[in-house]
Protein backbone atom coordinates (compact mmCIF):
# COMPACT_ATOMS: atom_id res chain seq x y z
CA UNK A 1 0.00 0.00 0.00
CA UNK A 2 1.41 3.48 -0.79
CA UNK A 3 1.19 6.24 1.04
CA UNK A 4 -0.43 7.91 -2.34
CA UNK A 5 -3.20 5.46 -2.54
CA UNK A 6 -4.25 5.89 0.99
CA UNK A 7 -4.19 9.78 0.93
CA UNK A 8 -6.75 8.86 -2.19
CA UNK A 9 -8.46 6.21 -0.22
CA UNK A 10 -8.82 8.96 2.45
CA UNK A 11 -9.81 12.07 0.30
CA UNK A 12 -12.48 9.77 -1.93
CA UNK A 13 -16.10 10.39 -1.53
CA UNK A 14 -17.20 6.67 -2.48
CA UNK A 15 -14.76 3.80 -2.74
CA UNK A 16 -16.48 0.95 -5.05
CA UNK A 17 -14.55 -2.52 -4.29
CA UNK A 18 -14.70 -5.88 -5.88
CA UNK A 19 -15.17 -7.20 -2.05
CA UNK A 20 -16.78 -4.18 0.20
CA UNK A 21 -16.13 -6.77 3.48
CA UNK A 22 -12.54 -7.18 2.34
CA UNK A 23 -12.20 -2.76 1.30
CA UNK A 24 -13.76 -2.02 4.83
CA UNK A 25 -11.05 -4.03 6.66
CA UNK A 26 -8.57 -2.35 4.41
CA UNK A 27 -9.77 1.31 5.51
CA UNK A 28 -10.28 0.49 9.38
CA UNK A 29 -6.63 -1.16 8.90
CA UNK A 30 -5.52 2.13 8.19
CA UNK A 31 -7.66 4.34 10.46
CA UNK A 32 -9.33 5.83 7.56
CA UNK A 33 -13.01 7.16 8.39
CA UNK A 34 -15.96 5.19 7.21
CA UNK A 35 -16.73 5.84 4.04
CA UNK A 36 -19.57 5.02 1.25
CA UNK A 37 -19.27 1.22 0.04
CA UNK A 38 -20.48 -0.19 -3.07
CA UNK A 39 -19.98 -3.45 -5.20
CA UNK A 40 -18.21 -3.28 -8.43
CA UNK A 41 -17.38 -7.02 -9.53
CA UNK A 42 -17.27 -9.33 -12.52
CA UNK A 43 -21.33 -9.95 -12.11
CA UNK A 44 -21.90 -6.03 -12.32
CA UNK A 45 -19.35 -4.42 -13.59
CA UNK A 46 -21.63 -2.53 -15.90
CA UNK A 47 -24.16 -1.84 -13.83
CA UNK A 48 -22.02 -0.54 -11.12
CA UNK A 49 -20.14 1.53 -14.01
CA UNK A 50 -22.94 3.32 -14.46
CA UNK A 51 -23.85 4.58 -11.35
CA UNK A 52 -19.87 5.40 -10.77
CA UNK A 53 -20.35 7.60 -13.73
CA UNK A 54 -23.10 9.38 -12.38
CA UNK A 55 -21.84 9.52 -8.97
CA UNK A 56 -19.00 11.25 -11.11
CA UNK A 57 -21.02 13.66 -13.36
CA UNK A 58 -23.02 14.83 -9.82
CA UNK A 59 -19.50 16.07 -8.56
CA UNK A 60 -18.23 12.83 -6.17
CA UNK A 61 -14.85 11.45 -6.35
CA UNK A 62 -14.73 8.18 -6.40
CA UNK A 63 -11.70 5.01 -5.86
CA UNK A 64 -12.18 1.61 -7.11
CA UNK A 65 -9.92 -1.37 -5.38
CA UNK A 66 -10.06 -5.23 -6.21
CA UNK A 67 -8.79 -7.59 -4.25
CA UNK A 68 -5.64 -9.25 -4.50
CA UNK A 69 -4.08 -7.22 -7.89
CA UNK A 70 -4.15 -4.49 -9.94
CA UNK A 71 -7.96 -3.08 -11.01
CA UNK A 72 -8.22 -4.39 -15.16
CA UNK A 73 -5.24 -6.72 -15.30
CA UNK A 74 -7.03 -9.99 -14.65
CA UNK A 75 -9.30 -7.97 -12.31
CA UNK A 76 -12.55 -6.12 -12.55
CA UNK A 77 -11.91 -2.25 -13.67
CA UNK A 78 -11.49 -2.54 -17.58
CA UNK A 79 -15.13 -1.93 -17.97
CA UNK A 80 -15.41 0.64 -15.48
CA UNK A 81 -12.79 2.24 -17.34
CA UNK A 82 -14.25 2.35 -20.27
CA UNK A 83 -17.54 3.84 -19.24
CA UNK A 84 -15.75 6.09 -17.48
CA UNK A 85 -13.29 7.63 -20.08
CA UNK A 86 -16.43 7.41 -22.59
CA UNK A 87 -18.10 9.61 -20.66
CA UNK A 88 -15.29 12.23 -20.86
CA UNK A 89 -14.29 11.95 -17.34
CA UNK A 90 -10.97 11.38 -16.09
CA UNK A 91 -9.08 8.02 -14.86
CA UNK A 92 -5.92 8.39 -12.71
CA UNK A 93 -4.76 4.94 -12.48
CA UNK A 94 -2.91 4.84 -8.63
CA UNK A 95 0.74 2.63 -8.63
CA UNK A 96 0.92 -0.05 -6.37
CA UNK A 97 2.17 -3.57 -5.91
CA UNK A 98 1.60 -6.03 -8.99
CA UNK A 99 2.23 -9.80 -8.49
CA UNK A 100 3.05 -10.32 -12.36
CA UNK A 101 5.81 -7.59 -12.69
CA UNK A 102 7.19 -8.53 -8.90
CA UNK A 103 6.82 -11.86 -9.84
CA UNK A 104 8.66 -11.14 -13.28
CA UNK A 105 11.63 -8.88 -11.15
CA UNK A 106 12.40 -11.91 -9.04
CA UNK A 107 12.97 -15.04 -11.44
CA UNK A 108 16.07 -14.56 -13.25
CA UNK A 109 14.83 -15.55 -16.51
CA UNK A 110 16.79 -13.37 -19.08
CA UNK A 111 14.94 -12.63 -21.65
CA UNK A 112 14.26 -9.13 -22.31
CA UNK A 113 10.89 -9.07 -23.73
CA UNK A 114 8.05 -10.91 -21.69
CA UNK A 115 4.36 -11.74 -22.72
CA UNK A 116 1.47 -11.31 -20.09
CA UNK A 117 -1.07 -13.42 -20.83
CA UNK A 118 -3.04 -13.73 -17.49
CA UNK A 119 -5.49 -16.90 -16.73
CA UNK A 120 -5.17 -19.96 -19.16
CA UNK A 121 -8.98 -21.85 -20.19
CA UNK A 122 -9.84 -24.11 -17.26
CA UNK A 123 -10.12 -27.20 -19.26
CA UNK A 124 -7.33 -29.07 -20.29
CA UNK A 125 -7.95 -29.35 -24.48
CA UNK A 126 -8.63 -25.73 -24.61
CA UNK A 127 -5.50 -24.81 -22.07
CA UNK A 128 -3.30 -26.57 -24.48
CA UNK A 129 -4.22 -25.47 -27.41
CA UNK A 130 -3.81 -21.59 -25.74
CA UNK A 131 -0.27 -22.82 -24.71
CA UNK A 132 0.47 -24.36 -28.38
CA UNK A 133 -0.41 -21.00 -29.79
CA UNK A 134 2.28 -19.59 -27.43
CA UNK A 135 5.02 -22.20 -27.91
CA UNK A 136 7.00 -20.20 -30.77
CA UNK A 137 7.56 -16.82 -28.86
CA UNK A 138 11.08 -15.98 -27.59
CA UNK A 139 9.32 -14.20 -24.81
CA UNK A 140 8.61 -14.75 -21.08
CA UNK A 141 5.39 -16.29 -20.67
CA UNK A 142 4.12 -15.09 -17.82
CA UNK A 143 0.44 -16.76 -16.45
CA UNK A 144 -1.73 -16.02 -13.01
CA UNK A 145 -3.43 -19.32 -12.12
CA UNK A 146 -5.41 -20.56 -9.15
CA UNK A 147 -4.35 -22.83 -6.54
CA UNK A 148 -6.90 -26.06 -7.18
CA UNK A 149 -5.29 -25.95 -11.22
CA UNK A 150 -1.73 -25.05 -10.59
CA UNK A 151 -1.10 -29.11 -11.52
CA UNK A 152 -2.81 -29.42 -13.99
CA UNK A 153 -1.49 -26.47 -15.83
CA UNK A 154 2.30 -27.19 -15.01
CA UNK A 155 1.26 -30.30 -16.38
CA UNK A 156 0.23 -29.24 -19.61
CA UNK A 157 2.69 -26.45 -20.06
CA UNK A 158 5.43 -29.50 -19.65
CA UNK A 159 3.38 -31.71 -22.52
CA UNK A 160 3.24 -28.84 -24.87
CA UNK A 161 6.70 -27.13 -24.16
CA UNK A 162 8.82 -29.86 -22.98
CA UNK A 163 10.15 -30.51 -19.91
CA UNK A 164 13.75 -28.02 -20.91
CA UNK A 165 12.44 -24.71 -20.47
CA UNK A 166 13.09 -23.03 -17.24
CA UNK A 167 9.87 -22.26 -15.21
CA UNK A 168 9.10 -19.83 -12.15
CA UNK A 169 6.60 -20.87 -9.70
CA UNK A 170 5.92 -17.47 -7.59
CA UNK A 171 3.12 -17.99 -4.85
CA UNK A 172 1.62 -15.41 -2.73
CA UNK A 173 3.65 -12.14 -4.36
CA UNK A 174 4.15 -10.20 -1.54
CA UNK A 175 2.38 -12.06 1.18
CA UNK A 176 3.05 -13.84 4.10
CA UNK A 177 3.78 -17.42 2.89
CA UNK A 178 5.38 -15.69 -0.22
CA UNK A 179 7.31 -18.41 -2.17
CA UNK A 180 9.77 -18.59 -5.40
CA UNK A 181 10.59 -21.78 -6.92
CA UNK A 182 12.78 -22.05 -10.09
CA UNK A 183 13.53 -25.15 -11.99
CA UNK A 184 13.23 -27.30 -15.38
CA UNK A 185 9.67 -27.58 -16.67
CA UNK A 186 9.95 -31.58 -15.82
CA UNK A 187 10.60 -31.09 -12.32
CA UNK A 188 8.07 -28.75 -11.65
CA UNK A 189 4.67 -31.02 -10.69
CA UNK A 190 7.01 -33.24 -8.21
CA UNK A 191 7.98 -30.34 -6.96
CA UNK A 192 4.30 -28.99 -6.34
CA UNK A 193 3.01 -32.50 -5.17
CA UNK A 194 6.21 -33.16 -2.87
CA UNK A 195 4.32 -30.75 -0.44
CA UNK A 196 0.72 -29.99 -0.28
CA UNK A 197 1.19 -26.02 0.99
CA UNK A 198 3.24 -25.45 -2.35
CA UNK A 199 -0.09 -25.83 -3.92
CA UNK A 200 -1.88 -23.19 -1.78
CA UNK A 201 -1.86 -19.38 -2.87
CA UNK A 202 -2.21 -17.15 -6.01
CA UNK A 203 0.32 -18.33 -8.44
CA UNK A 204 2.41 -16.63 -10.99
CA UNK A 205 3.66 -18.83 -13.37
CA UNK A 206 6.78 -17.88 -15.53
CA UNK A 207 7.96 -19.85 -18.43
CA UNK A 208 11.45 -19.40 -20.26
CA UNK A 209 11.05 -17.94 -24.08
CA UNK A 210 11.25 -20.47 -27.43
CA UNK A 211 14.95 -20.87 -28.63
CA UNK A 212 15.33 -19.54 -32.23
CA UNK A 213 15.81 -21.96 -34.61
CA UNK A 214 18.79 -21.26 -36.58
CA UNK A 215 18.15 -19.63 -39.89
CA UNK A 216 14.43 -20.11 -38.95
CA UNK A 217 12.86 -16.80 -37.39
CA UNK A 218 10.11 -17.95 -34.57
CA UNK A 219 7.12 -15.54 -36.27
CA UNK A 220 7.62 -18.34 -39.27
CA UNK A 221 7.45 -21.15 -37.45
CA UNK A 222 4.45 -19.50 -35.53
CA UNK A 223 2.62 -18.66 -38.92
CA UNK A 224 3.34 -22.56 -40.08
CA UNK A 225 2.21 -24.38 -36.96
CA UNK A 226 -1.17 -22.60 -37.32
CA UNK A 227 -1.44 -22.79 -40.95
CA UNK A 228 -0.56 -26.99 -40.97
CA UNK A 229 -3.39 -26.93 -38.27
CA UNK A 230 -5.97 -25.75 -41.24
CA UNK A 231 -4.72 -26.98 -44.14
CA UNK A 232 -2.47 -29.83 -46.38
CA UNK A 233 1.33 -29.44 -45.63
CA UNK A 234 2.17 -28.46 -48.85
CA UNK A 235 -0.37 -25.91 -48.94
CA UNK A 236 0.66 -24.24 -45.40
CA UNK A 237 4.68 -24.21 -46.62
CA UNK A 238 3.94 -22.88 -49.64
CA UNK A 239 1.18 -19.89 -47.52
CA UNK A 240 4.01 -19.23 -44.63
CA UNK A 241 6.57 -18.71 -47.13
CA UNK A 242 4.90 -15.82 -48.73
CA UNK A 243 3.51 -14.93 -45.42
CA UNK A 244 6.60 -14.64 -43.53
CA UNK A 245 9.25 -14.75 -45.59
CA UNK A 246 11.70 -17.28 -44.80
CA UNK A 247 13.17 -20.32 -46.61
CA UNK A 248 10.70 -22.40 -48.33
CA UNK A 249 12.89 -25.78 -47.76
CA UNK A 250 14.01 -24.69 -44.22
CA UNK A 251 10.40 -24.41 -43.26
CA UNK A 252 9.28 -27.82 -45.58
CA UNK A 253 11.80 -29.84 -42.95
CA UNK A 254 10.45 -28.51 -40.59
CA UNK A 255 6.54 -28.99 -41.49
CA UNK A 256 7.52 -32.94 -41.55
CA UNK A 257 9.22 -32.68 -38.09
CA UNK A 258 5.82 -31.30 -36.76
CA UNK A 259 3.83 -33.50 -39.23
CA UNK A 260 6.48 -36.85 -37.81
CA UNK A 261 3.32 -38.66 -35.22
CA UNK A 262 4.73 -39.47 -32.12
Same mark, same amino acid.
Given at each position: ????????????????????????????????????????????????????????????????????????????????? *????????????? /????????????????? #???? &?????????????????????? /??????????????????????????? @? *??????????? &??????? #??????????????????? &????????? /????????? @????????????????????? *?????????????????????
Amino acid at each position: MTLRALEVLAAADVVAAEDTRNTAHLLTHHGIAAKRLMALHQHNERGAAEKIVALLHAGHSVAFVSDAGTPAVSDPGALLV *QAVRAAGLRVIPI /PGANAAIAALSAAGLAE #PHFL &FYGFLPNKSAARCSAIQALSAH /PYTLVFYEAPHRIVECVTDLCSVLGGE @R *QIVLAREITKL &FETIHAC #PLRDAEAWLMADSNRQRGE &FVVLVSGAV /PQPGLPAEA @RRVLEALLGELPLQQAVQLAT *QISGAGRNELYQLALQLKKPE
